[in-house]
Nanobody
Framework: QVQLVESGGASVQAGGSLRLSCVAS????????MAWFRQSPGKEREGVAI???????RYTDFVKDRFIISRDYSKNTMYLQMNSLKPEDTAMYYC??????????????????WGQGTQVTVSS
């Protein structure tokens, strides 16, 4: 089994920054892709960013140029640096692992392993 634990969520004002972390343990392989998803009440879970084991990353349009995904392989940890936060970024942020995925990736159904989520709230 793979365990994923997110941290770093908080309440911030619009324009602020946060860094989320996701630590992987258990039967985790560095060959897995790791990704961030988010979900707001009443909305479907949506992909935010993904990073594969070779370091290649992709972002959805609504966070491009504001968020940066990174990964520390020695610590089995993934990060999401979130800058210029907007109220519409308010959501529960989830860490996911599986793959790798070099094509379609933003479908939550592709990922077998999930964390419990960390809440990000951005006020105007």
């Amino acid at each position: 089994q793979v365990q994923l634990v997110e941290s770093g969520g908080a309440s911030v004002q619009a324009g602020g920054s946060l860094r989320l972390s996701c630590v992987a343990s258990g039967s985790f392989y560095n060959s897995y892709a790791m990704a961030w998803f988010r979900q707001s009440p009443g909305k479907e879970r949506e992909g935010v960013a993904i990073i594969n084991s070779d370091g290649s990353s992709r972002y959805t349009d609504f966070v491009k140029d504001r968020f940066i995904i990174s990964r520390d392989y020695s610590k089995n940890t993934m990060y999401l640096q979130m800058n210029s936060l907007k109220p519409e970024d308010t959501a529960m942020y989830y860490c996911a692992a599986d793959g790798p995925f070099y094509g379609t990736w933003a479908d939550p159904g592709l990922f077998a392993y999930w964390g419990q989520g960390t809440q990000v709230t951005v006020s105007s």
